[in-house]
Nanobody, 117 residues
Framework: QVQLVESGGGLVQPGGSLRVSCVAS????????MSWYRQAPGKEREFVAQ???????MYAESVKGRFTISRDNAKNTVFLQMNSLKPEDTAVYYC???????????WGQGTLVTVSS
């Protein structure tokens, strides 16, 4: 079964850290560009970070310097380490496998991150 399953969300205080994970199955993970998106209440889904197979990364300006995306190809897992969290980081975080010439995009079900005191 082709799927992405996120985990690791939760409640964290402002200034705290959290790491969310996404485990992929049923796809050739090592060759796929993987991304994290988020959707805050009442807002559109937005890009957060991306990592390609060669470990090249890119980030949204709003998270640059605070968030780090990484991957473990042996475990078919992509991570998002989030530091110095702010209330405005509160959102459902989604993992995405970007489309290729032979595969469609794939989304996970999301994991909720709440930053609040």
């Amino acid at each position: 079964q082709v799927q992405l399953v996120e985990s690791g969300g939760g409640l964290v205080q402002p200034g705290g850290s959290l790491r969310v994970s996404c485990v992929a199955s049923g796809l050739t993970f090592s060759s796929r560009t993987m991304s994290w998106y988020r959707q805050a209440p009442g807002k559109e889904r937005e890009f957060v970070a991306q990592i390609i197979s060669g470990h090249i990364t890119m980030y949204a300006e709003s998270v640059k310097g605070r968030f780090t995306i990484s991957r473990d190809n042996a475990k078919n897992t992509v991570f998002l380490q989030m530091n110095s969290l702010k209330p405005e980081d509160t959102a459902v975080y989604y993992c995405k496998a970007e489309p290729t010439y032979s595969a469609i995009e794939l989304w996970g079900q999301g994991t909720l991150v709440t930053v609040s005191s």
